[in-house]
Every structure is written in C-alpha cells, then in structure tokens.
C-alpha cells in the first residue's frame, strides 16, 4: 500500500509562485508514475504533471506547460510540483497521485493511491 502525503500550497496573488511537494510512503511492486491533478469546484479532476519513476520523464497538461515543473528527489519519493506565473484559472485542490498500474501517464484512473489534496488559490 501506498500513501502519499502532500504539503504546500497556499494562497499567492496572480502572476507569483508556489511549489507543492508529496511524499510517498509505504510499500509497491512498481511505481511508473507520480502525478498531479487538480480540481477546481464544479469541474472535473484533471491532468496537471506526471514523471516518470524509471526514466524520469516529465509531462504537462496543456494549461500549464511552460509554467509548471515537476521533479523528483529523496531517491524518487519525494515529488515537487513547482509553479510559476499562477493564475486565477490555477485555483483548485491539488493532489498526489502514484500510478502501479502503468498506461497513459495522464489518465486518471490508472492512478490508484492518492493524497489527500492542498488547497491553492490565485487572487486576482
């Protein structure tokens, strides 16, 4: 069993930074990725960064490519979501997700074991 702890997040005016990180803890077979998602009320989970355990790729979501990074350390447990130029549209929980069942590394429901969300708002 995995369990992903996350801490950050906060409260930051639009156009400044915050950086969100998770720990995993506990026992696995396999790990192929680590990812954020985030859901803003009234809006469906999505797809924020995912890396990958073995190679350690990195892939973004769309919004926030170019603006976000994620990265890895602590000997892979540890996984940062780095963000800069927020917006207001960044407004949502955010959460830790591992993927042990492999596929596509932004579909939601190959992620199996999730945190339990930190909260980040974006003032205008």
């Known amino acids: 069993q995995v369990q992903l702890v996350e801490s950050g997040g906060g409260l930051v005016q639009a156009g400044g930074s915050l950086r969100v990180s998770c720990v995993a803890s506990g026992r696995w077979t396999r790990m192929y990725f680590t990812g954020w998602f985030r859901q803003a009320p009234g809006k469906e989970r999505e797809f924020v960064a995912a890396i990958s355990w073995n190679s350690g790729s990195t892939y973004y979501g769309g919004s926030v490519e170019g603006r976000f990074a994620i990265s890895r350390a602590n000997g892979n447990t540890t996984v940062s979501l780095q963000m800069n130029s927020l917006k207001p549209e960044d407004t949502a929980v955010y959460y830790c997700?591992?993927?042990?069942?492999?596929?596509?590394?932004?579909?939601?429901?190959?992620?199996?074991?999730w945190g339990q969300g930190t909260q980040v708002t974006v003032l205008s």
């Open positions: 997700a591992a993927n042990t069942f492999g596929g596509h590394w932004a579909t939601r429901n190959l992620y199996d074991h």
